[in-house]
């Protein structure tokens, strides 16, 4: 999926969004899009449990 995402130009991007019916998909995209430098990134999320599970720094959350 990372090899996907680069290949796509995730390094040139300034905003990522994430908006699968997975929340830890989303999650994780965003996640992974912070490693690769992306400044801001929005991930679709319905399960407020899953704020806690994952490190969140600099992820902006959008519900329904």
């Known amino acids: 999926v990372l090899a996907d995402l680069k290949r796509a130009g995730l390094k040139q991007a300034e905003l990522f ?10 999650l ?9 430098g992306v400044p801001r990134r929005v991930a679709r999320a319905r399960a407020t449990v899953a704020f806690y599970v994952w490190d969140c720094r600099h992820i ?5």
């Open 28 to 36: 994780l995209a965003c996640f992974l899009a912070g490693e690769s």
């Open 60 to 64: 902006e959350f959008r519900n329904r």
């Open 17 to 26: 969004v994430a908006v699968t019916e997975v929340d830890e998909i989303n």
